[in-house]
């Protein structure tokens, strides 16, 4: 079983729980907003770990990804008054940072080969969230 098979907002709210002993959420973490799309902090208290996995998954599906890239996959509508809306990026300071920790836990790495930069999933991530696919899938 694999992350391809099963339902992604199942996948991503169980891995959250997985990695609550695994990361840490910053000490700012609690006053910023997502994205400068956004009026307010998110409102959900594990909104930190829920990102975490969210990020693990899109890494895993689409592997070189940088922060760039994610940025605009979590990126928002801005609303400007009268003026149409754009559609912004998300904050890249919180995905460098959870992508940070993830590769301190081991799940992710640093692509290293030509102009393919990014993040890819290591062995033990894939692992990880396939266990994970599996639980779900049973």
Same mark, same amino acid.
């Given at each position: 079983m694999t992350v391809y098979d099963v339902n992604a907002t199942q996948l991503i709210h169980k891995t959250a729980e997985s990695l609550k002993p695994t990361l840490q959420m910053p000490v700012w973490a609690a006053y910023v907003k997502t994205g400068h799309g956004k009026e307010r902090v998110p409102d959900h208290?594990?909104?930190w770990y829920v990102r975490a996995a969210a990020i693990l998954r899109k890494v895993y599906l689409n592997s070189p990804i940088g !922060? *760039?890239?994610l940025s605009v996959l979590f990126g928002n509508k801005? *609303? /400007?008054g009268m003026k149409p809306?754009? !559609?912004v990026p998300g904050s890249r300071k +919180? +995905? /460098?940072t959870i992508l940070q920790q993830l590769e301190t836990a081991g799940y992710i790495q640093q692509a290293s080969k030509g102009v393919h930069k990014g993040r890819v999933i290591t062995g033990k991530g894939k692992s990880f969230l396939d266990k +994970?696919?599996?639980s779900l899938k049973a």
């Open positions: 208290p594990d909104w !922060t *760039n890239q801005k *609303n /400007r809306e754009l !559609t +919180i +995905i /460098r +994970i696919s599996t």
